[in-house]
């Protein structure tokens, strides 16, 4: 049985706060090598969620830097996951945190923006951390930052996804002082 809780916005900044500037060791970095910008901002919904989803190709889910569903790191699959889940949830199951499309006014701390270039090509994954005058701050990897103004980017168009909760089984343990500290992955469901 699947229920419905609050996605936590203030553990996912937390996160970010900590692990902006270097790499929680329960993770591959993934920087050189694609980059590790989506990795980050799942890692931070991780924080806020406790859930993973760990359906085969079509989940949300990191065990390791080959065991990992497509959406946990790339920028295209992590949109589809995250603004198509409620479909999975209607053939009868899904869980984890999921999102949908919003404008930028709508963002809120804890959502996510993503950057295209002119060709239309989505390339990064940024996480809100805040807002200083009406404007979205925001942390990522691979390029680390931390609370850095969305307008310091060059970029030719964004996407903004509201992450509005997350789908668990009726209990799950609260994973988030282990992951913060580093320490042990949840298991995905």
């Known amino acids: 049985m699947i229920a419905y809780k609050a996605y936590d916005r ?9 692990y902006a500037f270097s790499r929680n ?48 790191t790339s920028v295209e699959f992590f949109w589809e996951y995250m603004t198509e889940a409620p479909r999975f949830v209607e053939a009868g199951g899904n869980t984890g ?35 200083a005058d009406g404007e979205p701050l925001v942390a990522a990897h691979s390029i680390d930052t931390f609370d850095r103004p969305l307008r310091d980017y060059n970029y030719a168009t964004a996407r903004y996804l509201h992450i509005v909760g997350v789908r668990v089984p009726v209990s799950v343990p609260d994973c988030y002082a282990d992951l913060l500290a580093g320490r042990v992955l949840p298991s995905p469901l």
Do not use: K
Request: hydrophobic share 40%; charged share 15%.
């Open 97 to 131: 945190p999921f999102g949908r499309a919003v404008s930028q006014g709508e963002l809120m701390t804890g959502d996510v923006i993503q950057l295209a270039n002119t060709a239309g090509d989505y390339y990064h994954t940024l996480l809100v951390t805040g807002f």
């Open 25 to 72: 060791p329960l993770f591959y970095n993934f920087t050189g090598v694609g980059g590790d910008c989506t990795n980050f901002v799942s890692q931070a919904l991780l924080a806020g969620s406790c859930v993973m989803n760990g359906t085969p190709d079509f989940g949300w889910y990191y065990r390791s830097a080959e065991d990992r569903a497509p959406s946990w």
């Open 10 to 18: 203030t553990r996912a900044v937390a996160y970010a706060r900590r």
